[in-house]
């Protein structure tokens, strides 16, 4: 009999079954946050972050949307960086200055809001419903906080089932915020450092091209190109990254080559030019030792292959020549017949356009010229 | 009245207590989860994700120690990677064959395996409790699993207050298993690209280098012996890396010299000496319009200039050379000291120490020079 007296004391037992509830619904939505970081987490590129970061927040929240705002700090503006739903396109546009409406008033004063009547509230702003023909019910809205700064805010709008926000949403979101701004700052530090890889890779590249003085900007040229045709070929995110690695190293063995034949300003006689051909194996045998650009070697060492055979170093046929030096082939082709040397004018790109058709099939690969005419008709070479 | 009878419906009020209890328990423990998950993930040093994936097991599962073994694939075995406790020192020391022991047979099958009477289980190693003076009660061990591979297992023993292991545990230490696997495989890419990054900076040093025929490894060694010294100077461990990226890069500028001067086996004439004095400025200017290196430019351009003012290129004395620059100059001396050039002999190392002594004040820094010898001293140089 004790035992049936005990709600009494603890308060009704309707109460106890709906805590209950409440409880084991906390402990699931704990459970989604707990996946929900992992999912964040693992990824290190930026874009994809933001894109999950959205996707979490409207899973989490239950929602109809959301959307993460990030701070331009330059600017003093909020812009959306991803928004999902029907509405995407049109919300994608919108930028609020700091302090503007319930997302800009969260990014500067850092502390989260819940607007469960926002047409009655002075912060909210009109101008995105208006825009995107949108009918915004509840808001709730937290700072994605990177080291003690605020580095824009998550939001999420009309839960589910016509209910409004409430506090334990408002804790799952913070610490869904805190997991967003985790990987963020993961990424942006990954980001960071592959910008330097690439900037150093690319100025020693320059400079060592330097030594050349015929050459000014030539493996920038052959990098931008490169990265410009293979948009037209069946490439995998792996293989363009590849690929502008090569591209930006495909002369490195220069470095081994004497300044008396670099700089020769009459043309090359056929034992000069025999140590000039060098330069792709001796670019090879730099890079490999650098376990983690093996990738990168047939770009370097093949790039003066040709499809009939007749190329350096190996003499290499048709698709035994790997796509990677086939490309930057295509591009260092192109960049020599249009700049100038001391001993010709460089052609128009009219006319070396033309050239490059004809050397298609024997010297360069089809498609792959295939593909650069392509993007020259775009108007991107 | 019909909410008083509810109970028996549903079973015995206590068992109702008992549950709420345990739900409240598990939330709790759901929130320490995604708040370790954060902790995990908010590093890409990948020691450092060690470090608190141990502390995590611990104190998620509320065990008495606790462990992450990593599997070493060659040699198909299975190592202490961290354990923390008391005893971490004897632990660190084991190694276990894969299918041996607990730990070996969940990296083994991939499967976890809670054991409550290890001393009852033929599987139990005790070779571990003997060499440790440790008395095993119990264990809970997961797997980690990145990408469909394991690649480690997650440990904890001896749960607090003498409670067996159950399922709710097996449970929260599975979740956590997979974050653990997240952060340490988001640490690999992040290490796998910093190695890459080092790597070409080196392999293109190296290459600019060979230019000059006498001074074969000169980069290698000027940044051995700089990171050498800096462990007994008090650099922040950012500093450390942008010395070690300094000394890498620091004769970059050379590639900008004629080889007529840079392979000259004489004597060079001032006037050949002063285009030689260029390159200090010149590597500076190749690095300046990368971002992320700014840090390191002091230690390229200022690694000629000496304490009492007699050094270039600018002449900056005493305090005003920045520390990078101070120690990459200290290694560069020693080791054009120490290496033969066509017109003399190396000194021996023991001469070669007395030179820098007699140089410490006025064209070396004194601390610099005096952390050189300590690490000589130590057999580090």
Redesign the interface.
């Known amino acids: 009999m004790a ?2 007296k ?2 009494n004391k603890n308060g ?3 109460e ?1 079954v709906n ?2 509830k409440r ?2 619904e ?2 699931e939505r ?2 989604l ?2 996946r929900l ?2 999912i964040l ?2 990824t ?1 590129d930026h874009q994809e972050v933001r894109r999950r970061a959205m996707e979490a927040a409207i899973q989490l929240m239950k929602a109809e949307v959301g959307s993460l705002l990030l701070i331009d700090e330059e600017k003093n503006q909020l812009y959306f960086e991803v928004a999902l739903g029907d509405r995407e396109e049109a919300i994608k546009k919108i930028i609020l200055n700091i302090g503007e409406g319930i997302a800009g008033t969260v990014a500067k004063n850092g502390e989260a809001l819940i607007i469960n009547a926002p047409e009655k509230d002075p912060r909210f702003y009109r101008g995105v419903d208006e825009k995107t023909e949108f009918k915004t019910r509840n808001i709730i809205c937290v700072p994605v906080i990177v080291k003690e700064k605020t580095v824009g805010v998550l939001e999420a709008i009309n839960k589910n089932g016509g209910e409004d926000f409430n506090e334990e949403d408002l804790s799952l979101f913070t ?1 869904l915020a ?2 967003v701004a ?2 963020l ?2 990424a942006r ?2 980001q ?6 690439f ?3 690319e ?2 590249a ?3 091209e ?2 050349d003085p015929y050459t000014g900007g030539h493996t920038q040229r052959v990098t931008t190109y490169s990265l410009a045709m293979a948009k037209y070929l069946p490439l995998k995110p792996a293989e363009m990254k590849w690929l502008k690695i090569s591209a930006v190293l495909h002369d ?1 063995g220069k ?2 080559i ?3 034949i670099l700089r020769k300003p009459e043309r090359l006689n056929p034992e000069e030019f025999n140590t000039i051909k060098r330069h792709a194996t001796m670019g090879a045998e ?2 490999d ?5 093996k990738n990168i070697i047939p770009g370097i060492k093949y790039h003066h292959e040709q499809i009939d055979g007749t190329g350096y170093p190996e003499g290499l046929k048709g698709e035994r020549i790997p796509i990677i030096a086939k490309i930057v082939a295509v591009a260092d082709t192109f960049d020599a017949m249009t700049t100038d040397r001391p001993y010709r004018t460089g052609l128009s790109k009219e006319v070396a356009i033309d050239e490059l058709r004809k050397c298609s099939g024997t010297q360069l690969d089809q498609n792959v010229v295939e593909a650069f005419v392509r993007a020259y008709e775009k108007g991107e070479i």
Chains 1, 2 share one sequence.
């Open positions: 035992n049936k005990q709600p009704n037992l309707n106890w805590k209950l409880i084991e906390n402990a704990l459970s946050l707990s970081g992992q987490n693992s290190l610490s805190d997991q985790i990987a700052d993961s530090v990954y960071e450092l592959e910008e330097m890889f900037q150093t890779a100025s020693l320059d400079a060592i330097k030594r490195i470095i081994g004497d300044d008396r730099i890079i030792h650098i376990k983690q650009l």
